[in-house]
């Protein structure tokens, strides 16, 4: 088993575990001979730990965020029916109040002593010291609440609903006092309430809906007294502490800000190129683009708008020129690539905020920084690549944010953090000696890291195309000679470098990026596959091309994922979707095809083999998979399935056979397999 991240589609493993021991003298070459593993990989791997796991985290999207009063608690609810406590200065949890459904309404009384949830057909009160349930009532009139706020006095409950109507309740008994019908959309379509809060005094509720935008309502009689120019799709809408100013997230046509006496546009907050600017009336810059957001709101002075966008970002702005003061980055987004932010918050004091995302996390940021409050053991992005070194004891993490961490894999503790990439990090690979560690970005190059001190040995500039698409070594035992600390890196022409960033070959380039390299054993030979659907061999010693197969064909729309060597050094095995084929290394004669369809409903994406051959661990596509497989080589059967819970991008064994490293979307490591084994 070598060091490098294996990246292959699970078509590979069939073939795959005969790659890593050689054939059985009783079996024809390339054919698994059938002995399947000597232990069992369900007890084997049946403890999961998780690496860097952010503390503030729902179980399912956050949906809500609310601070206490006095700023010392914030509060967060999600999908997965549960209200959460922290201490807004530690992000220690501090309590659970299970409510049981969906919770899309959260407020927090004004003394700070309670707070109310709202499920889809209930609404209960919590005390927030004990987390007893101190009220539960049905919501009103069979509706199902999407919004919460406290009156003033807190006495009374606001409540928005899915089907077009306010609700004021008694927040004792339940009871409606006032139930408000908001008007329809055009041609009579039923419109629902995104966001309600009281005015200061009392007297007015301050809401929006979809199709009507915000509107300010007369509590004791439901009279509307002011209508903000509607626009399409408001998802969300807050007023400044005096009623004054309101902003409103739209879609369609972005962020507006009105003068809510006067019921007219003010404002519009927009991205040029460069920077966001504010424009007036119907002036508008050139270039200006709207932000697409799902939550806002005003900081205590009326002076900066937080806005949540729909690429994973908090941004946040002067209102009065539209100066963008901060973009806070951190929140990663969902296996299917959406970035919302349903909610933000902002501290009583105004200095930092809160935010909600779907991506099942709770942010607290310092605003003077635009850093997190709480630090985090771990990345603020999702992962895209890990990697474990030679001797089972350290595993490699990176991806979304740009930083590389180095785990203990005995005790979980993170050892170092390698902080200088300024994209995200696509793969790593150990050296064969696991002294050294290379990393590859996006758009930045490569670097080459001291493992044992954490320092930046090399940097090494961009070798031909802004897309790395893989990194390997030679696998172990390294070559002998200087060929042991070269390693090839997948640019659109892949390119041969030692540790010192010198050049020894630029191979041909193929018709598309890279996708997959791999080094045969001894160094001197290499294979790659790119999205021109080919597999090309390349003579190291000459950069000279050996031959090219075609592994795909030209009607079929997917292209090769991964290649890897066998050990003995005799054939290759190339991964295609749910396809995978295995080739002679001297000739490129295609031995067999192996079709991965019945074991998969869609198109696989990560696999590596254990040690020993009998069996690999594969997951579905990147981005999509809670769970990973083990598989029997020779058979093909589902051996165990380690539930991971969460979505994840890449995966390695340790060369020991110990543990089962996944990098994980949410920015956390899984790591399968009892330390003390």
Wanted: hydrophobic fraction near 40%; glycine fraction near 12%; charge should be neutral.
């Amino acid at each position: 088993m070598t060091a490098t991240v294996v990246r292959k589609s699970l078509a590979a493993a069939l073939a795959a575990a005969a790659l890593a021991v050689g054939p059985s003298p009783a079996t024809d070459a390339g054919e698994p001979s059938g002995e399947g593993p000597k232990t069992d990989p369900a007890a084997r791997y049946a403890q999961r730990r998780v690496l860097g796991s952010t503390r503030l985290k729902h179980g399912g999207a956050a949906l809500r965020v609310a601070y206490t009063p006095d700023g010392k608690h914030c509060l967060s609810s999600g999908s997965d029916g549960l209200v959460k406590v922290w201490d807004a200065r530690t992000g220690d949890l501090v309590r659970e109040l299970r409510h049981g459904d969906i919770i899309r309404g959260l407020a927090v009384s004004p003394d700070g002593e309670r707070c109310a949830a709202s499920g889809s057909e209930r609404i209960a009160v919590y005390r927030l010291a004990t987390g007893e349930r101190l009220r539960a009532f049905a919501a009103p009139a069979g509706a199902s609440p999407t919004s919460l706020a406290f009156s003033p006095d807190g006495a009374r409950l606001a409540c928005g609903t899915y089907e077009g109507t306010l609700h004021v309740l008694d927040e004792a008994t339940g009871e409606a006092i006032r139930t408000i019908a908001l008007p329809p959309g055009q041609g009579g379509q039923k419109t629902w309430a995104r966001s309600v809060a009281f005015s200061a005094d009392g007297t007015k509720l301050f809401a929006s809906d979809l199709f009507n935008g915000a509107c300010v309502y007369r509590v004791s009689d439901g009279e509307r007294l002011a209508a903000l120019p509607s626009q399409a799709f408001v998802q969300d809408a807050a007023f400044t502490p005096d009623g004054g100013r309101c902003v409103t997230a739209s879609e369609s046509v972005g962020l507006h800000i009105f003068d809510v006496a006067e019921g007219r546009r003010i404002g519009r907050l927009t991205t040029p190129a460069p920077g966001s600017s504010l424009t007036i009336g119907d002036e508008a810059f050139d270039g200006a683009r709207p932000i697409k957001a799902h939550a806002v709101a005003w900081s205590p002075d009326g002076r900066l708008v937080l806005v949540g966008d729909d690429e994973a970002r908090l941004r946040l702005f002067e209102a009065a020129g539209g100066r963008e003061v901060a973009t806070l980055v951190g929140h990663a987004r969902t296996s299917s690539g959406e970035g919302e932010i349903p909610d933000v918050a902002f501290a009583p004091d105004g200095k930092s905020c809160a935010s909600a995302s779907s991506d099942g996390t709770v942010r607290l940021w310092d605003l003077e920084t635009g850093l997190p409050l709480v630090r985090i053991d771990g990345h603020t992005g999702g992962l895209k690549a890990v990697a474990v070194s030679p001797d089972s004891r350290t595993c490699a993490s990176a991806g979304a944010d740009g930083t590389i961490r180095l785990w203990d894999l005995a005790t979980g503790d993170p050892v170092r953090v390698l902080r200088r990439h300024e994209s995200p990090v696509r793969a790593l690979a150990f050296s064969p000696d696991g002294k050294a560690l290379v990393s590859v970005s996006w758009d930045d190059g490569v670097r080459v890291w001291d493992v044992a001190t954490g320092k930046l040995a090399r940097a090494i500039a961009d070798k031909g195309s802004w897309f790395v698409g893989d990194v390997a070594f030679a696998p172990v035992p390294a070559p002998a000679g200087p060929a042991g600390d070269r390693f090839l890196v997948g640019y659109a022409r892949p390119v041969l470098l030692d540790l010192e960033g010198k050049e020894h070959a630029r191979l041909e380039g193929p018709a598309g990026s890279v996708t997959g390299v791999a080094i045969a054993p001894g160094g001197k030979r290499a294979v790659v596959v790119s999205e021109d659907k080919t597999a090309r061999a390349f003579d190291l010693e000459t950069g000279k091309e050996l031959y090219r197969v075609a592994v795909v064909k030209e009607d079929e729309r997917f292209y090769p994922t991964s290649v890897s060597i066998s050990q003995d050094g005799r054939r290759f095995l190339v991964a295609c979707c749910f396809r995978s084929q295995l080739h002679d290394l001297e000739t490129g004669k295609l031995i067999r095809a192996y079709d991965e369809k019945p074991h998969h409903e869609q198109a696989a994406g990560r696999v590596v083999v254990l040690p020993g051959g009998a069996a690999f661990a594969g997951a579905d596509t990147p981005g999509t998979a809670t769970g990973i497989g083990i598989f029997d080589v020779a058979t093909g059967k589902l051996l165990a399935r380690l539930e991971n819970g969460v979505p994840c991008n890449d995966l390695a064994v340790s060369p020991d056979g110990r543990f089962v490293v996944v990098a994980n979307r949410d920015s956390t490591v899984s790591v399968f397999g009892a330390p003390g084994e």
